[in-house]
């Protein structure tokens, strides 16, 4: 039994990029053809042109904050979908809400969210019967776990949420291969079964998502005989990363380009540094998403995994970066840090403390720049006050002494 889903996860790293620049090209050139957002945000892009990562950096962002916004002044989608009901050239076959609230089409191709790969590296195959815990009510996460199972040539039970004790014994008589839900439900379910006297030896694996994994849950469901991994997906742009045997780190999806930015920007961080994931899906007909900021944070990881294969790894969740706070009754924006940062070429890195002194915030503006810089304080103090509206101090480190952490708004104000 293979243990790749395809030949793609083992492929040379620069065939992967070379084919993957080749898809992009086309997605580009397909979502400004057919949806009204990408005609305005790709009008001055030649999607021939995009021959390098350096080159996509250069397209603006779409954030799921801005989405939202974008969605109540153009429906359903924002003018994002190429895909929807009615007159709409493509047929969307479902329809999903998020918190925001924020909609999502799903379309007709086969696991369209392409989560069967992450499912197989967890040890799913086909002819196994899948629990899923996943949501059905109002998200996609119900149905995007079963397209992929389904694609994978497995069963699914639809579990859903809720009703712990009717889960336990569904999973005693239907003896069921895997789980697939969120890890503090799963947790909850087998202590219910403890509780109950109910043994379900037939669960062996599980994929989870939704939610954090701790060290200390994945050794409880080992010692029970359970083996689990992890995927970050989203409603938005499907499976984004996904866990495998290796155990270091999870591995990109085949089907899209990640990047890893610094928050509030589009631009690139150093490799190794923690930024905001940005997904571009290579072959989406229905809902094109480029450059997509998921608000999330992470860091690449540099070497190939010991499982074989060889796309880029990241190291999972590591916060928000939407890190916008309010400082004297004033919204301060992680993209205006960025602002300041750009106005003084010789900052090589810039992060903002909120705290408070004597009873009121106060804003300290920590950069890192060489030891022989020009620039002086009071001039950088005069751009956070042009920027921000706010007056702001200043402080100076050397090169790599601020944390990579991913902050660039760090509020520290005690909140009673």
Not at 265 to 272: K, L, S, Y
Not at 302 to 325: E, F, Y
Request: proline share 5%.
């Amino acid at each position: 039994m293979s243990d790749h889903f395809d030949t793609l996860e083992t492929r040379d790293p620069e065939l992967r990029e070379r084919a993957q620049l080749a898809q992009l090209r086309a997605q580009l050139a397909y979502a400004r053809a057919s949806t009204s957002a990408y005609a305005k945000l790709l009008a001055d892009v030649e999607p021939a042109a995009i021959t390098s990562r350096e080159a996509l950096a250069r397209i603006p962002v779409v954030r799921k904050s801005e989405l939202v916004e974008l969605q109540k002044t153009a429906r359903p989608f924002g003018g994002f979908a190429a895909s929807g009901w009615g007159s709409e050239r493509r047929r969307a076959v479902l329809v999903f809400a998020s918190p925001g609230p924020l909609y999502e089409p799903e379309g007709e191709a086969a696991d369209y969210w392409r989560l069967a790969r992450a499912l197989f590296a967890a040890g799913f195959r086909g002819g196994d019967l899948v629990h899923n815990c996943f949501s059905y009510h109002f998200t996609p996460g119900g149905a995007m776990l079963e397209s992929g199972a389904r694609a994978l040539g497995c069963t699914v039970f639809r579990g859903g949420i809720g009703q712990t004790e009717q889960q336990v014994h569904a999973m005693a008589e239907l003896r069921p291969d895997g789980y697939v839900g969120t890890p503090s439900f799963l947790k909850i379910i087998l202590e219910k079964a403890d509780e109950l006297g109910v043994r379900l030896p037939s669960l062996r694996k599980a994929l989870l998502s939704g939610e954090a994994f701790p060290a200390s849950l994945r050794e409880a469901l080992t010692a029970r005989g359970i083996v689990a991994y992890q995927v970050y997906a989203s409603a938005d742009v499907g499976s984004i990363a996904y866990e495998s045997p290796g155990r270091e780190g999870l591995i990109v999806d085949e089907g899209v380009l990640v990047e890893i930015v610094r928050p509030g920007t589009g631009d690139p961080v150093a490799p190794g540094e923690v930024g905001e994931v940005v997904v571009t899906e290579l072959v989406n007909f229905d809902y094109p998403l480029i450059r997509f900021g998921t608000g999330d944070l992470s860091a690449a990881m540099a070497g190939v995994s010991p499982c074989g294969r060889s796309n880029m790894r990241i190291k999972g969740w590591l916060g928000r970066a939407d890190q916008t706070t309010k400082v004297k009754g004033m919204f301060v924006h992680p993209s205006q840090v960025a602002q300041i940062a750009r106005r003084h070429a010789e900052i090589l890195k810039a992060r903002l403390v909120v705290d408070t002194a004597d009873g009121a915030d106060r804003m300290t503006l920590h950069v890192e720049m060489a030891d022989n810089r020009t620039t002086s304080a009071e001039a950088i103090i005069a751009s956070i006050r042009e920027i921000t509206k706010l007056r702001g101090e200043i402080a100076f480190h050397s090169p790599g002494k601020l944390p990579n952490d991913g902050k660039v708004i760090d509020d520290k104000r005690a909140y009673t």
